[in-house]
Every structure is written in structure tokens, then in C-alpha cells.
């Protein structure tokens, strides 16, 4: 553990990137870890995300459910722990950090950028292109959030 606190200091002092710093971080926990045993992790801690979340936003969910919108969550996280969650409340699709593996074990690196600032529209662009089709709500609570929130018809920024 005390191996990660050069990066640490590094990174709160600017000289490393928030995606570096992730990567580093997750590496040390998970590298080599058969990915379905993590999935499994994330199974688990998709009731840690339920006690977590403010009702407030569980109730936005429910009423874009009900307008019949596509909902999706758009997370800097790791795909794979808030995934479950999702799935437990009805949202099928998730925009996220992803892990590269190897013959079902996890590398220690992410699959292409950290899901972060203009790579979360990157990413919904890919999934949602044609914007002028249409309407987009962004509800999002940290500074990565704003370029999505940028290209939305309703942007909600700390909402609840």
C-alpha cells in the first residue's frame, strides 16, 4: 500500500493525470484478478451503491422510466461495479471506465481512456449520434461531468 503514495502526492500536486493516477490505483488491487470473481465483487457491491444514492436521484430515474426515456448512466467508474446496480433498477445501458482483460484476467489497465470530460460524450455520441433527434437530459455532480452537460437540451448540474 505504501507503494501507491508517490502517486498519490504526485497526483494531488498536479503532476500526475487524474487517468494515470486511476489506472495506478486499480492496478494495484485488481491486476491479475480473474474477472469473473471481480464481477462477482461488483454483484456485491451494488448494495453498497443502493444505500449511497440520494432519493432524490432514484426518483429522477423512475420518472424518466415512466416518460418512457432511454436512461443511462454515463459514470467515470469502472463499467463493471456500477453495472448490477443498473440492472437492479431497470438501466440496461452504461457508459463507463472500461478494463482491459487477458484470457479472462484483468490486466491492471484500462481498455482505451478513462470516462472522464470530452471522452463521456465521445462515448454517448458513439452509442447516441444524430443529436438533433433527440432530447437530452445530463444530470451530473463533478467538474468531468460539464462537456456532457454542454451538449444537453436540459442540463441539471448538483441537482440533489
Known sequence: ?????????????????????????????????????????????????????????????KFHQQEEHIVLINSVSICNWILPWAQSVGIDVVIGTELETEGGVITGKFKGENCYGVEKVKRFLELYPHRDTYKLYVYGDISGDKPLLDIADFPFYKEF
Open 1 to 61: 500500500m505504501f507503494a501507491l503514495f508517490p502517486v498519490l502526492i504526485l497526483f494531488k500536486l498536479g503532476f500526475v493525470a487524474n487517468n494515470k493516477a486511476k489506472e495506478r490505483l486499480f492496478s494495484y488491487f485488481f491486476k491479475g484478478k480473474n474477472l469473473s470473481e471481480f464481477n462477482a465483487i461488483c454483484g456485491k457491491y451494488k448494495n453498497r451503491i443502493s444505500r449511497t444514492l440520494r432519493s432524490q436521484a432514484i426518483d429522477k430515474v
